[in-house]
């Protein structure tokens, strides 16, 4: 500090490139006369209301776009373009069609009939709804992006002034006054400052992390985005500081309007989850099989709906049966309602709600359920830098103060990251025992300030400028000295109450403000003694230049001859000097130096650890910032991204060097961590989709309005919840409640724990269809009477298995999760050896049923269990293969149905212990691991007994009651589905050493 001293001059600017069809002028290259001329206009007088109107012909209104979505009905139509949806459909229709046939002819089932396609139907509608509402979601992004633009401009046309013109009327050649606190109406050339300084906020469009300063002069025409200093843009806000400006861009040609463009392009190409594409190759798969299964089933039993005599050689005589025919066309409806898991959608998306649950408690809120799974195999984090990787507060790291000699000089390590100023403290401070010097710089730090920090909830927030209010802080841990209370006055628990005390000692009748060209503030400020001092704090490099003494530790300060009598007092002759800033450099000259502070935006603390546990994950992590290059490479080296000595020029990039590489993919497929500075949005999209491009699985993190259209592109957009635009928070997929990088890595480790118990339920739903369509089509092979009807079906794939189901979503995760690399989005979610299994137990779930239905007609006991209790007719098994149409197989057969569906519940209740683990026995992994999966149990076998035990729901279900002898009969059928999963786990966890061991020696992915 120069009697004072902050690092007051690190300051950037924005720039802006035009976009669209339309003649791009580099008005930030050129000087203001000639951008006069381009756009023939005096700034003076403006435009004419004449040639207002001509130009609005050419360019338009000064609004964005309004981009119509699909219609309702296309949203609509789009959701059954789905193979598994498509079968489901077709099989209600025609199961509708046979139940009107039934009804027609009379037939006492016709209630349940109806209830099937009514089903089918219903899961459906529910199905399209939940698509289109998240299809609407889509277009909130860019509605987002119109609530920051201006409405009203101060505009002059025909040499008058209109303070309060809708923005949305501008056009180019406009011109336009700005005031503090405005919001910039389009993208403008500066033409003159009204000011001595001009600072706008534009780090949502450009990434900068703090207000950059802005100038008349002209730049270079391939000047990057943050490069154009003359240039102002829509959308963003001005700090400090007037100017006049001539508007260039409006509408869809500014910078927010190629984001606003950009946004809609990403949102067009989204993709289907790893997932969703996974279930959508196993429809078509299915889909397939059932075309097979149906066709054997109608060969195999074509002679018992058409038969026919040969005459000479020749078939004659035909004779078709309608009623069979009727009948093995309903059996291949209950095939595609077999064959398909209808309460797959329900389960999947229970099971990402709960886990969105423990995300949210996590500090991740997910916008967007399939983004969960996603989560589970991503390999690329795209990170910002400023309040995601570091805290985007302001906090001084050292305070440099002057020893006993010009030439010495004492360094204090000053702790903390946040805004908090009991976070961290001075090391080595002399508590109480502040030497003048060391005074000195506490009061020029409070007094020379205009910032203020509020305590709101359990966090610590600045007003005003965030270098300042780092400065604040700092006095803060200074404390006071001794013999100096802050007294009562100012409250208790005061956040800043040094700085208070120092601002009551030293108080403030003139104020030197802030310009870019000296980079520097100064305060005159009259002690209680009446003595007058001038506080100066700004860019150090600019202040020694300015200083002719150095104050030791134990110095003193001169009074100014100026200004040793000022009060502030209007009047006085000392008061004219203040008034033109440009002798500002002439007061602020002869300082005494004081010291130096130090002040960095500092990484988070738990960044680095997160970084090491990417890196243990496999995942690579890139940073891509708006930010200068030197400051974003000391962070990544800081937090590990790069080591503290390694050769990063491989590694760092300029987006617009990067942009300019011919083989850029090259560099995107390095192993490690990656850095990008200076980026602007298109070079951020460009960077998404060549990594999706490569196969990569991208999560891309940002806050501001730049950082929409990646966020949109990417697989997993992820907003900041603090300091995220309503318009990043709308195109992502998470939202960030806490900003922390460290949350993303939380995330992905819930994700991918949630994916493992995801693919543990589908397999298990998958078996369980499996062995339906195995007892559907053993039933058409052997001849017999239908054992299981649609409508049982469609209760056992959507009631009794979803419980269960639901409840593998609870497994606990694996401890070692993250330390595996993520998993290939085009990893199968069933591999051959569990195909296989699954095929056998679905074998014996088809045997099982179809036998206990035989069992029944042809048999008084099984195993010493007796059978004969109701009284029912047995009948010889070549009797029952060659059925006829009579009661007894048709309206007799409900207890034979009954004992079917009964032990198809209870086999699949028994497979979900088998899906506990994939390979793991219940000896090692027993089900109380998983308790909620032993109350799914409970609850699917108390809904089995209540449609079992109430009359009306039996009637519908076309199934009575049973006896205890008939439900041992179940048990004794059902229970052996564990022992032969149990064998084979056995046999694949004899084989699996050798799998594991090939698995292990291929090259690590490209991402580790």
């Known amino acids: 500090m120069g009697k004072g001293a902050q690092d007051f001059g690190k300051r950037e600017s924005v720039g802006t490139e035009s976009s669209s069809n339309q003649e791009i002028f580099p008005a930030w290259s050129k000087d203001v006369r000639e951008c006069e001329e381009k756009f023939q206009v005096c700034r003076e007088n403006g435009l004419s209301v ?19 979505g699909p219609s309702i009905l296309r949203l609509i139509l789009d959701q059954f373009n789905d193979t598994l949806v498509r079968i489901l459909l077709i099989a209600a229709v025609i199961s509708f069609v046979l139940a009107w046939y039934d009804g027609d002819e009379g037939g006492e089932m016709e209630i349940t009939a109806f209830v099937e396609p009514l089903v089918i139907f219903l899961i459906l509608i529910v199905n399209a709804i939940v698509g289109v509402w998240q299809e609407n979601n889509a277009e909130k992004a860019l509605e987002a992006l119109k609530e920051i633009q201006s409405e009203q401009a101060t505009v002059i046309r025909d040499g008058k002034k209109a303070s309060n013109l809708p923005s949305r009327e501008l056009v180019p050649g406009d011109i336009v006054e700005l005031r503090v606190g405005d919001k910039v109406p ?71 309007g190629k984001v606003h463009l950009q946004i ?19 429809g078509e798969v299915l889909t397939a099989i059932i075309g097979v299964i149906c066709a054997l089933v109608w060969l195999i039993n074509v002679k018992y709906f058409l038969t026919w005599e040969y005459v000479d050689g020749w078939p004659r005589n035909f004779k078709f049966s309608f009623e069979k025919c009727t009948y093995y066309f309903e059996i291949a409806v209950a095939l595609a309602v077999a064959a398909i898991p209808e309460g797959l959608p329900a389960v999947i998306t229970t099971c990402l709600a709960l886990g969105t649950r423990k995300m949210a408690q996590k500090n991740a809120l997910v916008r967007k359920l399939p983004s969960v799974e996603t989560l589970g195999c991503t390999t690329v984090i795209c990170s910002d830098k ?130 870019r060209d000296r980079k520097s503030m100064g305060v005159i400020a009259s002690s209680s003694s009446g003595r007058k001092s001038l506080l100066v704090k700004g860019a150090v490099e600019n ?81 891509i910032t708006g930010d200068n290059k030197n400051t974003a490479e000391a962070i990544c080296r800081e937090i590990g991204i790069f080591g503290s000595h390694e050769d990063i020029r491989s590694r760092s990039f300029t987006g617009k060097d990067f942009m300019d590489y011919p083989d850029k993919k090259k560099y995107l497929s390095q192993s490690g961590g990656l850095l990008f500075s200076r980026a602007e949005p298109r070079h951020k999209q460009e960077i998404v989709r060549l990594l999706k491009e490569d196969g990569e699985v991208v999560a891309m993190t940002g806050d501001g309005v730049n950082d929409a259209p990646a966020l949109k ?40 724990s949630i994916y493992n118990n ?16 195995a007892s559907i089509f053993l039933t058409a092979a052997l001849g017999i009477p ?182 041992l009969l179940v048990l004794a059928v059902a229970l052996p589905v564990i022992l032969i999963d149990e064998i084979l786990k056995f046999v694949g966890r004899c084989t699996s050493g050798v799998q594991t061991s090939a698995a292990r020696k291929p090259s690590k992915r490209k991402a580790e």
């Open 543 to 623: 202040l020694l230049e300015r200083s002719s003494f150095v104050q030791l530790h134990d110095g003193s300060v001169e009074e100014l001859p100026d200004f040793a009598t000022y009060n502030g007092d209007e009047d006085h002759p000392a008061h004219g000097l203040l008034l033109d800033p440009s002798n500002y450099s002439l007061i602020e000259s002869k300082l005494i130096f004081v010291g130096l502070a130090g002040l960095r935006d500092p990484p988070r603390k738990e960044v680095r650890q997160a970084i090491e546990d990417c890196r243990a994950a496999g995942i690579r992590v890139m940073v």
């Open 713 to 752: 592109l990417a697989d997993i957009g992820i907003a900041m919840g603090i300091a995220g635009t309503e318009v990043a928070k709308e195109a992502s997929d998470m939202v960030l409640a806490d900003d922390n990088f460290s949350t993303i890595v939380a995330a992905i480790g819930e994700g991918r």
């Open 758 to 773: 995801m693919k543990a339920f589908i397999r298990y739903m998958i078996s369980s269809n499996i062995g339906e369509v």
């Open 50 to 68: 004449a040639e207002v109107e001509k130009r609005r012909q050419i360019y338009g209104w000064n609004e964005l776009e309004k981009h119509e």
């Open 786 to 967: 239908e054992g299981l009807i649609p409508v049982q079906l469609l209760w056992v794939n959507l009631v009794t298995d979803g419980p269960p189901a639901t409840a593998l979503g609870f497994n606990p995760p694996d401890k070692y999760i993250m330390n595996k690399p993520p998993r290939r989005s085009d990893d199968s979610l069933i591999s051959a050896w569990i195909l296989f299994r699954y095929l056998v137990i679905g074998l014996y779930v088809g045997i099982a049923t179809v036998g206990v239905f035989i069992i029944w007609y042809t048999h008084n006991s099984f195993f010493g269990i007796d059978l004969s209790g109701d009284g029912h007719t047995l009948v010889t098994y070549s009797q029952l293969a060659n059925w006829d149409p009579c009661d007894y197989f048709k309206t007799g057969k409900i207890k034979a149905m009954t004992l079917s569906l009964s032990v198809l519940v209870a086999i699949e209740m028994f497979n979900s212990l088998n899906a506990l683990s994939e390979d793991g026995s219940l000896l090692t992994m027993p089900p109380w691991v998983n308790p909620w999966l032993l109350l799914a149990m409970s609850i699917s076998f108390g809904l089995h007994f209540l449609i079992l035990y109430v009359p009306f729901l039996a009637q519908v279900f076309g199934i009575v009651p049973l006896g205890l002898n008939e439900w």
């Open 186 to 256: 389009a993208d403008m050339r500066v033409f003159s400052l009204i000011s001595s300084t001009l600072r706008l906020e534009q780090g949502s469009l450009t990434g900068e992390s703090e207000a950059v300063s802005k100038t008349v002069k002209v730049v270079p025409e391939d000047s990057e985005i943050q490069g154009k200093k003359c240039m102002v843009f829509a959308g963003t806000t001005v700090v400090n500081g007037n100017c006049i400006c001539l508007v260039t861009q409006t509408g869809m040609n500014t910078e927010i």
């Open 386 to 515: 400023t309040g995601t990787l570091t805290t985007n507060q302001m906090a001084a790291a050292k305070l440099v103060a002057m020893g006993t000699r010009e030439d010495i000089i004492r360094t204090f390590n000053v702790e903390g990251t946040t805004y908090n100023p009991s976070d961290g403290k001075i090391q080595d401070w002399p508590v109480g025992g502040m030497n003048p010097n060391l005074q000195m710089i506490a009061k020029i730090a409070a007094v020379c300030n205009d910032a203020g920090i509020v305590q709101s909830g359990s966090h610590y927030v600045a007003n005003g400028i965030p270098t300042e209010a780092a400065l604040k802080v700092l006095v803060e841990k200074m404390a006071l000295p001794d013999g100096l209370d802050s007294g009562s006055s100012s409250g208790y628990g005061d956040v800043l109450c040094c700085c208070q005390t120092w601002n009551k000692l030293e108080r403030r009748i003139a104020t030197l403000e802030f310009d």
């Open 264 to 282: 809609h392009e990403a949102s067009q190409g989204e993709e289907d989850t790893p997932l969703k594409k996974k279930l959508n190759e196993f």
